[in-house]
């Protein structure tokens, strides 16, 4: 192909798009807009105390292993506390406790929540202040087997905590659909 200046400006505009589709996969794989994070380790033991580390915008999500040989309405202890990791981010807060039954089912728990946290009709519990750069806050100190739960004693379980936050900037209302701050 004998390049001449008809073919350049087709030439320019094909290695343009190649860039631009290079750089849009990498910051879609790259996660640069929302990122994940977490603990996906199944090694933490239920009773343990633990403490999760928060970023803005991101979901953190906490698995604990256990056995199904509990009682219905059973409290088991499990201190879970959360820290702001951001030096210069005030945070919305909200959790969702769940667990995977033998049956590939996910099952809704409740928890013994500590003070300023709410559960709502969605099933998250949201944390009615702003989370301060670098503050610590408990979020429960047991977790409740459910009723409805049908555990096998033989089993294991996987519990999972997640934990979603938000900058104070964003749009709350629009994106949860709750603002957990509004009465304070």
């Known amino acids: ?16 798009l190649v860039l631009l589709l290079a750089l849009s996969v990498y910051l879609g794989v790259s996660g640069f807009f929302y990122r994940t994070g977490g603990s996906y380790t199944t090694d933490l033991v239920l009773g343990q105390n633990i403490e999760a580390g928060l970023h803005k915008n991101e979901a953190t999500s906490l698995s604990l292993n256990f056995s199904g040989g509990f009682l219905p309405d059973e409290r088991l202890n499990q201190v879970i506390s959360v820290k702001n990791a951001e030096e210069s981010a005030n945070l919305y807060l909200r959790a969702k406790v769940f667990i995977y039954t033998s049956q590939n089912q996910v099952e809704e728990l409740d928890v013994v929540q500590n003070s300023n946290w709410t559960k709502n009709d969605d099933g998250y519990f949201y944390y009615n202040s702003l989370v301060n750069p670098l503050e610590q806050i408990n979020f ?44 304070v």
């Not at 192909?1 to 343009?16: E, H, Q």
């Open 1 to 16: 192909m004998k390049f001449s200046k008809s073919n350049f400006g087709w030439l320019f505009a094909c290695i343009g």
């Open 140 to 183: 429960c100190s047991h977790v409740i087997v459910s009723n409805n739960l049908q555990v096998v004693s033989w089993k294991k379980y996987i519990l999972t905590v997640v934990f979603e936050t938000l900058d104070q900037s964003a749009d709350i209302l629009s994106l949860w659909g709750v603002n957990p701050v509004q009465n």
